[in-house]
Protein backbone atom coordinates (compact mmCIF):
# COMPACT_ATOMS: atom_id res chain seq x y z
CA UNK A 1 0.00 0.00 0.00
CA UNK A 2 1.30 3.51 -0.48
CA UNK A 3 0.91 6.50 1.84
CA UNK A 4 -1.64 8.34 -0.66
CA UNK A 5 -3.56 5.00 -0.97
CA UNK A 6 -3.90 4.97 2.95
CA UNK A 7 -4.75 8.47 2.97
CA UNK A 8 -7.93 7.86 0.63
CA UNK A 9 -8.87 4.60 3.17
CA UNK A 10 -8.21 7.27 6.18
CA UNK A 11 -9.78 10.80 4.97
CA UNK A 12 -9.60 12.15 8.60
CA UNK A 13 -5.78 12.24 8.68
CA UNK A 14 -5.97 14.28 5.67
CA UNK A 15 -4.94 17.33 7.69
CA UNK A 16 -2.43 15.91 9.89
CA UNK A 17 -0.83 15.06 6.44
CA UNK A 18 -1.22 18.72 5.32
CA UNK A 19 0.43 20.15 7.87
CA UNK A 20 3.04 17.33 7.95
CA UNK A 21 3.96 17.83 4.45
CA UNK A 22 3.69 21.66 5.44
CA UNK A 23 6.57 21.09 7.79
CA UNK A 24 8.40 19.15 5.82
CA UNK A 25 8.24 21.68 3.35
CA UNK A 26 9.46 24.26 5.12
CA UNK A 27 13.07 22.10 6.57
CA UNK A 28 13.57 21.21 2.55
CA UNK A 29 14.24 24.38 2.01
CA UNK A 30 16.76 25.24 4.58
CA UNK A 31 20.37 24.60 4.05
CA UNK A 32 20.86 21.41 6.09
CA UNK A 33 24.55 20.99 7.54
CA UNK A 34 25.16 17.60 8.75
CA UNK A 35 26.56 17.10 11.90
CA UNK A 36 29.70 15.29 12.33
CA UNK A 37 30.14 11.84 12.85
CA UNK A 38 31.99 11.49 16.66
CA UNK A 39 34.77 9.39 17.27
CA UNK A 40 32.86 6.44 18.50
CA UNK A 41 36.08 5.08 20.91
CA UNK A 42 35.52 8.05 23.21
CA UNK A 43 31.87 7.52 23.66
CA UNK A 44 31.94 3.24 23.65
CA UNK A 45 32.04 3.22 27.73
CA UNK A 46 28.60 5.71 27.88
CA UNK A 47 27.43 3.67 25.76
CA UNK A 48 27.84 0.39 28.09
CA UNK A 49 26.68 2.31 30.40
CA UNK A 50 23.04 3.34 29.06
CA UNK A 51 24.75 6.96 28.35
CA UNK A 52 22.48 7.99 24.69
CA UNK A 53 24.97 9.60 22.82
CA UNK A 54 23.45 13.16 22.63
CA UNK A 55 23.48 12.93 26.07
CA UNK A 56 27.43 11.66 26.62
CA UNK A 57 30.03 14.37 27.96
CA UNK A 58 32.80 12.33 26.34
CA UNK A 59 31.59 12.93 22.84
CA UNK A 60 30.41 16.58 21.63
CA UNK A 61 28.33 16.60 18.58
CA UNK A 62 28.24 20.47 17.78
CA UNK A 63 24.29 21.72 18.37
CA UNK A 64 25.44 25.33 16.89
CA UNK A 65 24.22 24.36 13.58
CA UNK A 66 21.20 22.76 14.08
CA UNK A 67 19.89 26.10 16.85
CA UNK A 68 20.04 27.81 13.46
CA UNK A 69 18.35 25.46 11.65
CA UNK A 70 15.14 25.52 14.15
CA UNK A 71 15.10 29.18 13.88
CA UNK A 72 15.22 29.08 10.10
CA UNK A 73 12.44 26.61 9.90
CA UNK A 74 10.23 28.21 12.46
CA UNK A 75 10.86 31.43 10.14
CA UNK A 76 10.25 30.30 7.06
CA UNK A 77 7.19 28.42 8.19
CA UNK A 78 5.98 31.90 9.82
CA UNK A 79 7.00 33.57 6.37
CA UNK A 80 3.66 31.13 5.08
CA UNK A 81 0.00 31.52 4.60
CA UNK A 82 -1.17 28.82 7.55
CA UNK A 83 -4.14 27.78 8.26
CA UNK A 84 -6.14 28.92 11.63
CA UNK A 85 -4.12 29.44 14.74
CA UNK A 86 -1.08 28.14 13.14
CA UNK A 87 -0.16 31.88 11.81
CA UNK A 88 -0.20 33.18 14.84
CA UNK A 89 1.64 30.32 17.12
CA UNK A 90 4.06 30.39 14.59
CA UNK A 91 4.68 34.28 14.40
CA UNK A 92 4.84 33.99 18.60
CA UNK A 93 7.47 31.12 18.63
CA UNK A 94 9.76 33.11 15.73
CA UNK A 95 9.21 36.21 17.86
CA UNK A 96 10.18 34.10 21.26
CA UNK A 97 13.28 32.66 19.30
CA UNK A 98 14.46 35.69 18.24
CA UNK A 99 14.23 38.00 21.38
CA UNK A 100 17.13 36.57 22.91
CA UNK A 101 20.67 35.60 21.42
CA UNK A 102 20.49 32.66 23.45
CA UNK A 103 16.65 31.27 23.41
CA UNK A 104 18.00 28.77 20.28
CA UNK A 105 20.64 27.42 22.04
CA UNK A 106 18.22 26.81 25.23
CA UNK A 107 15.24 25.67 22.80
CA UNK A 108 17.42 22.77 21.27
CA UNK A 109 18.68 22.06 25.20
CA UNK A 110 14.83 21.92 25.94
CA UNK A 111 13.94 19.85 22.91
CA UNK A 112 16.84 17.05 24.92
CA UNK A 113 15.27 17.39 28.01
CA UNK A 114 17.88 19.28 29.56
CA UNK A 115 17.05 22.96 29.55
CA UNK A 116 14.30 25.15 31.70
CA UNK A 117 13.18 26.94 28.92
CA UNK A 118 9.17 27.61 28.39
CA UNK A 119 8.04 28.26 24.87
CA UNK A 120 4.92 29.96 24.16
CA UNK A 121 3.85 27.00 22.19
CA UNK A 122 5.64 23.84 23.24
CA UNK A 123 3.47 21.26 20.85
CA UNK A 124 4.62 23.15 18.30
CA UNK A 125 8.10 24.09 18.96
CA UNK A 126 8.73 20.18 19.77
CA UNK A 127 7.11 19.32 16.37
CA UNK A 128 8.97 22.10 14.39
CA UNK A 129 12.36 21.84 16.51
CA UNK A 130 12.71 17.83 16.37
CA UNK A 131 11.91 17.78 12.57
CA UNK A 132 15.14 20.21 11.93
CA UNK A 133 17.43 18.30 14.71
CA UNK A 134 16.24 15.10 13.00
CA UNK A 135 17.34 16.56 9.35
CA UNK A 136 20.80 17.50 11.20
CA UNK A 137 21.48 14.22 13.17
CA UNK A 138 20.88 12.17 10.04
CA UNK A 139 24.23 11.38 8.94
CA UNK A 140 25.09 10.66 12.30
CA UNK A 141 21.93 7.85 13.58
CA UNK A 142 22.86 6.36 10.21
CA UNK A 143 26.53 6.16 11.14
CA UNK A 144 25.58 5.09 14.57
CA UNK A 145 23.17 2.55 13.56
CA UNK A 146 26.02 0.25 12.17
CA UNK A 147 28.52 1.21 14.37
CA UNK A 148 26.71 -0.04 17.55
CA UNK A 149 26.15 -3.74 18.95
CA UNK A 150 22.33 -3.93 19.51
CA UNK A 151 22.60 -6.61 21.93
CA UNK A 152 24.70 -4.49 24.56
CA UNK A 153 21.71 -1.44 24.22
CA UNK A 154 18.24 -3.56 24.56
CA UNK A 155 16.95 -0.72 26.55
CA UNK A 156 13.16 1.02 26.73
CA UNK A 157 14.89 4.71 25.52
CA UNK A 158 16.16 6.06 22.42
CA UNK A 159 20.13 5.42 22.26
CA UNK A 160 20.83 8.19 20.04
CA UNK A 161 18.80 11.17 22.10
CA UNK A 162 17.30 8.80 24.94
CA UNK A 163 13.34 9.83 24.47
CA UNK A 164 10.91 6.93 25.01
CA UNK A 165 9.91 5.04 21.99
CA UNK A 166 6.67 6.50 19.68
CA UNK A 167 6.11 3.04 17.79
CA UNK A 168 7.50 -0.71 17.46
CA UNK A 169 8.50 -2.38 14.49
CA UNK A 170 8.61 -6.94 14.04
CA UNK A 171 11.02 -7.65 11.64
CA UNK A 172 12.23 -11.29 10.25
CA UNK A 173 10.81 -14.78 10.91
CA UNK A 174 10.63 -16.85 14.29
CA UNK A 175 12.41 -18.07 15.76
CA UNK A 176 14.79 -15.38 14.83
CA UNK A 177 11.94 -12.77 15.05
CA UNK A 178 12.90 -9.57 16.46
CA UNK A 179 11.27 -6.51 17.84
CA UNK A 180 12.79 -2.99 16.90
CA UNK A 181 11.38 0.29 18.87
CA UNK A 182 11.24 3.51 16.62
CA UNK A 183 11.97 6.98 17.83
CA UNK A 184 9.59 9.59 16.85
CA UNK A 185 11.79 12.40 17.50
CA UNK A 186 15.47 11.91 16.08
CA UNK A 187 14.02 8.47 13.89
CA UNK A 188 16.78 5.89 15.11
CA UNK A 189 15.36 2.39 15.26
CA UNK A 190 16.77 0.02 18.26
CA UNK A 191 16.22 -3.45 19.08
CA UNK A 192 14.31 -4.55 22.21
CA UNK A 193 13.25 -7.84 23.95
CA UNK A 194 10.81 -9.20 22.01
CA UNK A 195 8.12 -9.69 24.83
CA UNK A 196 7.87 -7.31 28.09
CA UNK A 197 6.70 -3.41 28.51
CA UNK A 198 9.31 -1.12 27.99
CA UNK A 199 7.34 1.25 30.01
CA UNK A 200 7.03 0.01 32.94
CA UNK A 201 9.37 -3.17 32.57
CA UNK A 202 7.40 -5.10 34.77
CA UNK A 203 9.48 -7.39 36.46
CA UNK A 204 8.19 -10.80 35.04
CA UNK A 205 8.66 -10.98 31.40
CA UNK A 206 4.89 -11.02 30.90
CA UNK A 207 3.81 -10.70 27.06
CA UNK A 208 2.00 -7.94 26.07
CA UNK A 209 -1.87 -8.34 24.83
CA UNK A 210 -2.59 -7.87 21.34
CA UNK A 211 -5.12 -5.94 19.88
CA UNK A 212 -5.06 -6.88 15.93
CA UNK A 213 -7.16 -4.34 13.76
CA UNK A 214 -8.14 -5.73 10.35
CA UNK A 215 -7.59 -3.94 7.19
CA UNK A 216 -5.07 -1.74 9.19
CA UNK A 217 -2.21 -2.45 6.65
CA UNK A 218 -0.53 -4.78 9.26
CA UNK A 219 -0.65 -2.45 12.54
CA UNK A 220 -1.50 -3.30 15.77
CA UNK A 221 -1.46 -2.31 19.39
CA UNK A 222 0.29 -3.66 21.85
CA UNK A 223 -0.76 -3.27 25.55
CA UNK A 224 0.66 -4.12 28.96
CA UNK A 225 -2.27 -5.05 31.32
CA UNK A 226 0.35 -4.18 34.55
CA UNK A 227 0.29 -0.02 33.63
CA UNK A 228 -1.74 -0.18 30.66
CA UNK A 229 0.34 1.56 28.13
CA UNK A 230 0.60 0.80 25.15
CA UNK A 231 2.54 0.87 22.07
CA UNK A 232 1.28 1.14 18.19
CA UNK A 233 3.31 -1.87 16.62
CA UNK A 234 4.11 -2.37 12.82
CA UNK A 235 4.12 -6.24 12.43
CA UNK A 236 5.57 -6.36 8.82
CA UNK A 237 8.35 -4.92 6.35
CA UNK A 238 8.42 -2.64 3.30
CA UNK A 239 6.06 -0.13 4.21
CA UNK A 240 8.02 1.63 7.93
CA UNK A 241 9.15 4.45 6.77
CA UNK A 242 5.56 6.12 6.75
CA UNK A 243 4.02 3.88 8.63
CA UNK A 244 6.41 4.19 11.67
CA UNK A 245 5.99 7.73 11.31
CA UNK A 246 3.34 7.92 14.12
CA UNK A 247 0.93 10.74 12.85
CA UNK A 248 -0.36 7.98 9.87
CA UNK A 249 -1.82 6.05 12.82
CA UNK A 250 -3.20 8.43 14.89
CA UNK A 251 -6.94 6.72 14.53
CA UNK A 252 -5.33 3.79 16.60
CA UNK A 253 -4.48 6.79 19.55
CA UNK A 254 -8.01 7.46 19.43
CA UNK A 255 -9.52 3.61 19.45
CA UNK A 256 -6.78 2.91 22.35
CA UNK A 257 -7.45 5.30 24.49
CA UNK A 258 -11.38 4.63 23.98
CA UNK A 259 -10.69 1.28 25.39
CA UNK A 260 -8.90 2.92 28.60
CA UNK A 261 -5.07 2.33 27.15
CA UNK A 262 -2.63 5.09 28.01
CA UNK A 263 -0.41 6.88 25.62
CA UNK A 264 2.64 6.48 27.67
CA UNK A 265 4.63 6.33 24.31
CA UNK A 266 6.43 9.78 23.11
CA UNK A 267 4.40 11.97 20.43
CA UNK A 268 5.32 14.71 18.40
CA UNK A 269 1.69 15.54 17.58
CA UNK A 270 0.58 16.82 20.90
CA UNK A 271 0.10 20.37 19.06
ZN1 LIG B 1 15.79 9.38 19.37
ZN1 LIG C 1 3.79 -1.81 31.36
Not at 136 to 155: K, M
Not at 188 to 195: A, D, K, L, N, V
Request: charged share 25%.
Amino acid sequence: MTQDAWLARHPYLQPVADLHALIHAAAREISTPSALIPRWDDYIDDFHAGVPLLHSARVAIDLGQAERMVSSVVERLASRRLPGKLADECEAVAAQLQCDPGSPRRAVAWLLGEDLFSPTHPGLLYYLGWTALARYLSPVVGAFSHWRDEERWLRSYCPTCGGTPAMAQLVGVDPGRLRLLSCGRCTTRWRYRRTGCPFCQSAEDHRLAVLAIEGEGGLRIDYCEACGGYLKTYNGEGNEGWLLADWTSLHLDILARDRGLKRLAASLYEL
